[in-house]
């Protein structure tokens, strides 16, 4: 009897936070397929199960990807079992589990603390609960906020009921970095000069792509400015902020603002994208695609219209994400600014990697550089297998790529064109992003020691590089 409870007590801590973070994930795309597939969430001939299963993988890991229209496809029961998937995939199921544990009891146990640590990205386990609070308060501010802002637009379109509940349902989807919609098969193309529809969809991707760590941080040094300087000064207060949220916003500035420029002039004079738009339209538009390109999926601008080299630039911004902690995916901005960091410091002759004068952690360094390679590797992969299924461009598999490995959900029209084996390949892509290339390494790992020290320490001997 005790040798089968010391088995099980072995069986129970193998089981890890990283693996119940991947299997949460894998368990609810699973029961939202099911759910999609019954004949009360379809209009018409039910699509095959596959369809159904990309779907759900799609809307869990906040991507946008679908092989059929949503709007054709699904019933509102549908619509909503989407919609929900979106929700719990943009916060976590175990982030919204631990919520009603800690609304219930007031507080969290040991083991739902580490799990929420791994889950939220945080380095500490200090007020976790508190932290899940603040999550749950900022989502619901945005996303009510980006509601009632999109049904100024969609109500007088649609009428009261169905632009309230458009309103909610996009806003949502935007916030979570989704890019689902449920208007038509154009996406937001017919609101492609609606400053109001693009900036509120804009504001809402940005704000779930910067991370609540940002938001929280911003929110606490305001009041700790406001309590001790009388004027604002932003130098100051940017100044009091912590390295992550500089990092993020300097990041998210740049990447905006460059690929704003960027797209602008390669579409400049493109009939089937910008080309016919006023200059103000073409800024507007241009802004809107470097926005969404970096983790949400929206479309106000005919994807399979773009030039390569436009397509090929999107994929860049689409591998590189939003910011960690968030609702967006990627490789993350905070990796990408560390990596190239280490690769200007080594040019400089340094050893550590400073940043607004503050040293960074090498085990952060070292982190960073190898999830940089291996989400480089897995897409590589992906794009290789692909390549050898689909009978397509390359350009246009490449984006498809980089966009279901960014959970992003931009498709040059290819993605209701895959063979099975095609949209399984995106559906591990899509699932990778989302729980992110180390979680998956550690699902697999035999053992991961987190302590330092454990390591055997052989001699060292050298090997040429280079």
């Not at 498709?411 to 995106?426: F, N, Q, R, W």
Request: charged share 15%; aromatic share 12%.
């Amino acid at each position: 009897m005790e040798t089968v409870d010391f088995h099980k007590s072995k069986k129970k801590k193998s089981f890890s936070p990283m693996r119940r973070i991947a299997f949460s994930f894998f368990m609810v795309i699973l029961i939202g397929s099911l759910l999609l597939a019954c004949p009360f969430s379809n209009q018409g001939v039910i699509a095959p199960y596959i369809d159904h299963l990309f779907i759900a993988t799609s809307a869990t890991c906040v991507t946008g990807l679908v092989p059929v229209v949503v709007a054709d496809q699904y019933t509102l029961i549908g619509q909503l079992v989407i919609i929900l998937l979106i929700q719990i995939g943009g916060l976590g199921f175990l982030t919204l589990l631990n919520m009603f544990i800690y609304a219930l009891r007031k507080r969290l146990t040991y083991t739902n603390k580490i799990i929420m640590q791994e889950a939220l990205n945080q380095n500490s386990m200090a007020a976790i609960g508190i932290y899940i609070k603040r999550v749950i308060k900022y989502t619901a501010f945005f996303e009510l906020m980006g509601a009632v802002l999109l049904s100024l637009v969609f109500v007088p379109e649609f009428g009261v009921v169905k632009g309230l509940y458009y309103g909610l349902w996009h806003s949502i989807s935007a916030f979570c970095n989704a890019g689902f919609d449920v208007i038509g098969p154009n996406s937001l193309i017919p609101y492609q000069t609606n400053i109001l529809v693009n900036l509120t969809i804009a504001g809402l991707i940005i704000a779930g792509g910067l991370g609540f760590v940002v938001w929280i941080d911003l929110r606490m040094s305001w009041r700790h400015y406001k309590e001790n300087f009388k004027f604002f000064k932003l130098k100051t207060f940017f100044s009091s902020l912590s390295l992550h949220t500089k990092v993020v916003l300097t990041a998210t500035v740049s990447l905006l603002l460059g690929g704003t420029l960027v797209i602008l002039f390669l579409e400049y004079n493109n009939p089937g994208t910008i080309g016919s738009l006023s200059f103000g339209d073409k800024v507007l538009a241009s802004f809107f695609q470097s926005t969404t390109t970096r983790t949400a999926g929206f479309a106000s601008v005919d994807m399979a219209a773009l030039h390569d080299s436009t397509k090929l630039f999107m994929s860049i911004l689409m591998f590189i994400g939003g910011s960690p902690a968030g609702t967006a995916g990627g490789i993350k901005t905070v990796t990408l600014v560390i990596s190239l960091m280490y690769i200007f410091s080594l040019q400089n002759g340094h050893e550590t990697v400073s940043m607004f004068k503050r040293r960074v952690d090498d085990q952060v360094v070292k982190r960073s550089l190898t999830i940089a390679i291996l989400s480089f590797f897995i897409c590589t992969l992906g794009l290789f297998i692909l390549s050898m299924n689909e009978g397509a461009d390359f350009i246009d598999l490449i984006f498809e790529v980089f966009s279901a490995f960014g959970t992003v959900g931009l498709s040059a029209s290819l993605t209701p064109t895959l063979t099975v084996l095609g949209k399984i390949v995106i559906i591990i892509l899509m699932y990778i992003g989302r729980i992110g290339p180390l979680t998956m390494v550690f699902v697999f790992a035999k053992k991961y020691k987190q302590k330092k020290g454990q390591d055997i320490m052989y001699p060292t001997a050298d090997v040429l590089i280079g």
